[in-house]
């Protein structure tokens, strides 16, 4: 198995241990258990406050390079072969947008576990954009674009195309049945959060609040307008989706290793 097969392998896996993160936390916070409702970096910071906290913080900042590497090699090398039409390069403008994100998680991880890592960081950067004349427009164009993320989560969950991700093949039958399980429950919580991120950044750019929203504010949301039954339902369904992820890591369908 080659080398950037398993790093992808170790990416995959370390995005679904921030979701497991995210969604453990969450639960804890709505049913009243301690947690706090977090988000990515939220999760990050919980880590750096544990025992051995710094070696954590290295190892999740070097998995998550790892799916970074996987998100621009289906971007420029694309295992997937996607044809050149609208819809192959939607597909890979998407790949890559995600592997920026996760890359700056990666980052994020990593200054955070060398003690330098603050809250400010790109969420200052993001706030100085958002204050320029064209603050309200790019909080628009970046809704929607949350909006369009959720849309295809959504369809993912009900369509089963998150099963074409993993080799089922080598799979016993329970595990089976959790990737069934974990991918439609997770994919329709992360959807759902999406859609909520997507309404509120909408809704702060049409308003003139120029502002970009977090899962810590859609949570925020879901809580004040649904209670906190439903946030712990939605945090868990995020667990699941970590879950899945997790899966996918073990099996994934992917063809690094064919391209030495």
């Known amino acids: 198995m080659s080398k950037r097969k398993n790093f992808a392998r170790f990416g995959m896996a370390a995005k679904g241990a921030v979701y497991c993160l995210i969604g453990v936390l969450t639960a804890l916070a709505a049913f009243g258990q301690g947690g706090e409702k977090s988000g990515s970096k939220g999760a990050l910071q919980y880590l750096a406050e544990q025992s051995y906290g710094q070696i954590l913080l290295v190892i999740m900042g070097i998995g998550l390079l790892g799916y ?23 597909k890979r403008i998407g790949y890559f947008i995600s592997g920026l994100i996760y890359g700056g998680l990666a980052f994020y991880s990593l200054k955070l576990a060398f003690g330098s890592g603050s809250s400010s960081g790109s969420g200052g950067m993001m706030g100085g954009i958002m204050s320029g004349s064209n603050g309200d427009t ?119 290793a064919s391209s030495n």
């Open 68 to 90: 970074l590497f996987w998100r621009m090699y289906q971007v420029f090398a694309n295992p997937n072969e996607f044809e050149d039409n609208l819809k192959g390069y939607g």
């Open 138 to 256: 790019i909080a628009i164009i970046i809704g929607v674009g949350i909006a369009i993320k959720a849309i295809y989560d959504l369809y993912r969950a009900y369509s089963n195309k998150f099963r074409e991700e993993v080799e089922e093949a080598g799979m016993s039958r329970k595990e089976q049945k959790l990737l069934i399980n974990a991918g439609k429950f997770g994919h329709t919580a992360r959807g759902a959060v999406l859609g909520l991120m997507a309404y509120l950044t909408l809704k702060s750019g049409l308003s003139s609040g120029s502002s970009v929203k977090t899962q810590t504010d859609a949570f925020s949301y879901i809580q004040a307008e649904f209670g906190s039954i439903v946030l712990g339902i939605v945090a868990i369904g995020l667990a699941g989706y970590g879950v899945y992820m997790l899966i996918k890591a073990k099996y994934p369908s992917i063809s690094v």
